[in-house]
């Protein structure tokens, strides 16, 4: 069975950094692209960032330069770096698989909580 | 404010038809046939329903179809049960630095 498993949530304070993890299990981890979205409670779902099968990486502006995503392949494992948190960065952060060059994510974890409070 | 334009809510009947509607721009859902479309109930990660605007992966119920016309994509769900009841999010790749974009998400009520 597929499947991907977020950790690493929790509360942090504005400035403050968080490593995010994604344990796949069930398939090539190194065959597929690796991405995470977030969603803030009651909001809709925002893409923060992908990683592709040889490691180039793509973020949108809202993140560039704060978040870092990684992978080790010989552990099955999707890393985000996340620092200088903002309030705004409050939300569930999802791991999603994509086949090598799609866009369309299957599956899903089931999502990590990062609440940025002081 | 999302990238693509999606109507708040939506209801219908049992045995009533739905559509959903997912606007964007042709950098995004006008220009690729990479729409896709997610199913999220309360408390759990959303799972994909449909891919490259009209393709369902398996285990998706064949109620569930897509379309796209211009910079308008489209979901239809046929049928409807209660089961459906849920949060639809529609997906585009963008040529831009953000690869990724979503709908602002549709509630859709079951009667």
């Known amino acids: 069975e597929v499947q991907l498993v977020d950790s690493g949530g929790g509360f942090v304070q504005p400035g403050g950094s968080l490593r995010l993890s994604c344990a796949a299990s069930g398939f090539t981890f190194s065959d597929y692209d690796m991405h995470w979205v977030r969603q803030s409670t009651g909001k809709s779902l925002e893409w923060v960032s992908g990683?592709?099968?040889?490691?180039?990486?793509y973020y949108p502006g809202s993140v560039q330069g704060r978040f870092t995503i990684s992978r080790d392949n010989a552990k099955n494992s999707l890393y985000l770096q996340m620092n200088s948190l903002r309030a705004g960065d409050t939300a569930v952060y999802y791991c999603?698989?994509?086949?090598?060059?799609?866009?369309?994510?299957?599956?899903w974890g089931q999502g990590t909580l990062v609440t940025v409070s002081s | 404010q999302s990238a693509l334009t999606q109507p708040p809510s939506v209801s219908g009947s049992p045995g009533q038809s739905i559509t959903i509607s997912c606007t964007g721009t042709?950098?995004?859902?006008?220009?690729?046939?990479?729409v896709s479309w997610y199913q999220q109930h309360p408390g759990k990660a959303p799972k994909l329903i449909i891919f490259d605007v009209t393709n369902r992966p398996s285990g998706v119920s064949n109620r569930i179809s897509g379309s796209k016309s211009g910079n308008t994509a489209s979901l239809t769900i046929s049928g409807l049960q209660a089961e459906d009841e849920a949060d639809y999010y529609c997906s585009s790749y963008r040529s831009s630095s953000t690869l990724v974009v979503f709908g602002g998400g549709t509630q859709l009520t079951v009667l």
């Open positions: 042709s950098s995004d859902v006008g220009g690729y046939n990479f």
């Open positions: 990683i592709d099968t040889v490691g180039g990486t």
């Open positions: 999603a698989r994509a086949k090598k060059g799609v866009h369309w994510l299957d599956p």
